[in-house]
């Protein structure tokens, strides 16, 4: 039997709630299938699981995948089970960098045989970091913060995302407010792996251990490609400069021009001038600094 922890506010649960009912009617007593309606409510399921649990599917965005990896990382330490995703939110992105688009019945069915048949998982090792002690998998400050601001400020799905996307090098270029909001510089010290770094306004700040950190864009694209780092951006480069450069993101291409640092990285410590938004994983919360520090392997059904 497989646990589907089911985040109940997640945008696809929401609008399309018979794929739920589906599921339990093609897997019926072998999907055992938990709605949840908050971290107090996920937390008491992990409780619950048997010590020597194999896997454990979940169903939410990238806040909801991460926040069941912290939660399981506590409750199982360096034993923590191996997850199945069923993409529930509107961007998703953990999913598509680790398993793609399969289907998830498909993936819940071959999970079931293989548990059955005692046989191997397929898995798929994947570096969290540890951002002021929740764990994740892309995390920022800046530009990557402020676009989801307004984004959500909009109220729309993946489309409008990709639209603003699409906006932001005209806003730039022409200097209208949203390029003003968005690329404004934010005020911080920056240490990476004990070294300072010699500029103290930044437009952009990104770090992650997948390398498409939404939209296709690939800012951080080592991200993943060892599991003793995570790739870290921190840019102090003019609106212009970082727009004109977008389809080098796309690209996977790194960003070029002074005061740009681009490096594989252990730890960071990020001191703000002041209380700031930050992103982790999709998720917005604020605090006068945020310390990153690599986290546990976190091990995904594909």
């Excluded at 939110?89 to 993936?107: D, F, L, Y």
């Excluded at 079931?112 to 998982?121: F, G, I, K, S, V």
């Excluded at 864009?217 to 060892?226: H, L, P, S």
Aim: some cysteine.
């Amino acid at each position: 039997m497989i646990e589907l922890l089911v985040n109940q506010r997640a945008r696809r649960v929401q609008r399309q709630p018979a794929f739920l009912d589906q599921l339990a009617d093609r897997f019926g007593a072998r999907l055992r299938i938990q709605r949840t309606a908050g971290l107090s409510d996920a937390r008491r399921a992990i409780d619950r699981l048997p010590d020597d649990c194999r896997l454990i599917a979940v169903c939410g965005g990238d806040g909801t995948i991460s926040q069941t990896i912290t939660m399981l990382a506590d409750r199982f330490a360096a034993r923590m089970p191996t997850i199945l995703v069923v993409p529930g939110g509107t961007m998703n992105t953990i999913a598509k960098n680790v398993v793609g688009r399969p289907s998830s019945e498909e993936q819940i069915r071959r999970a079931l045989e293989l548990l059955a048949a005692d046989r191997p998982l397929g898995i798929r090792d994947v570096p969290t970091i540890r951002a002021n002690g929740r764990l994740c998998f892309m995390t920022g400050a800046a530009l990557a913060a402020r676009f989801l601001e307004v984004y959500y400020e909009r109220k729309a799905g993946w489309s409008a995302a990709a639209a603003l996307a699409v906006e932001l090098p005209l806003a730039a270029a022409f200097q209208l407010p949203l390029a003003r909001r968005i690329f404004e510089p934010t005020r911080a010290r920056i240490t990476v792996d004990e070294r300072q770094i010699a500029c103290e306004r930044f437009a952009l700040i990104i770090a992650a251990t997948i390398p498409d950190v939404g939209l296709g864009m690939k800012v951080t694209y080592r991200g993943g490609r060892r599991s003793d780092c995570f790739h870290f951006v921190g840019s102090g480069l003019a609106a212009r400069q970082l727009a004109s450069q977008m389809l080098r993101g796309f690209r996977g291409k790194p960003i070029a021009g002074d005061h740009h640092f681009d490096m594989l990285a252990r730890g960071v410590r990020i001191q703000f001038e002041e209380q700031e938004a930050y992103m982790v994983d999709g998720d917005l919360l604020r605090s006068d600094r945020l310390d990153l520090a690599l986290g546990p392997v976190a091990r995904f059904f594909v």
